[in-house]
């Protein structure tokens, strides 16, 4: 049993997200799908029979999907952190999750549902606080003027002499 699990809040498209970022993700898939009844459509205002709530999994990790309504929408201020071994699952994983949404800045993005994602490499923090300064100054320096992270130029950056 995980301890802590995310809930995420959708207007209406809960089921149409999860389905999305279970094909994204290896080791993914969806556990229990919860519609509303009579009387949680009566509190909620949604219509009954209709999806209420998804439990899922993302490469193992548990989450569930609410169809709450309008009342509440996403912010960056809540993201989700993908460490990446390899560029070429930064390229992929980039490129699903951003088709639609919106590139940052610094490996982030806005999924097509709003939801924040950040693709950066395993190591990155390494290179960013490695106790050499001017090597952590070079890579962010790179960092800064990248949207999708490109593994290779902030290698050269941190090794560069």
């Known amino acids: 049993m995980q301890k802590i699990t995310p809930f995420l809040w959708f207007n209406d498209n809960a089921e149409e997200a999860v389905n999305f970022y279970t094909s994204v993700f290896k080791n993914s898939k969806i556990l229990k799908t919860t519609y509303y009844n009579k009387s949680s459509a009566r509190a909620s205002g ?49 490129a699903k999750l951003s088709q639609g949404g919106k590139e940052e800045q610094c490996g982030w993005l806005m999924d097509k549902y709003g939801l924040s ?17 001017a090597k952590s100054n070079r890579v962010t320096d790179e960092l800064l003027k990248m949207n999708k992270i490109e593994i290779s130029i902030l290698r050269e950056a941190y090794e560069r002499a």
């Open 117 to 133: 994602w950040q693709v950066v490499p395993v190591g990155l923090n390494d290179m960013l606080d490695g106790g050499d300064s």
């Open 46 to 94: 949604r219509p009954e029979g209709s999806v209420m709530s998804i439990e899922f999994t993302l490469d193992g990790q548990e989450f569930i999907a609410l169809n709450g309504g309008p009342h509440f929408s996403f912010s960056p201020a809540i993201s989700f952190l993908i460490k990446c071994k390899t560029q070429q699952e930064v390229d992929q994983l980039w």
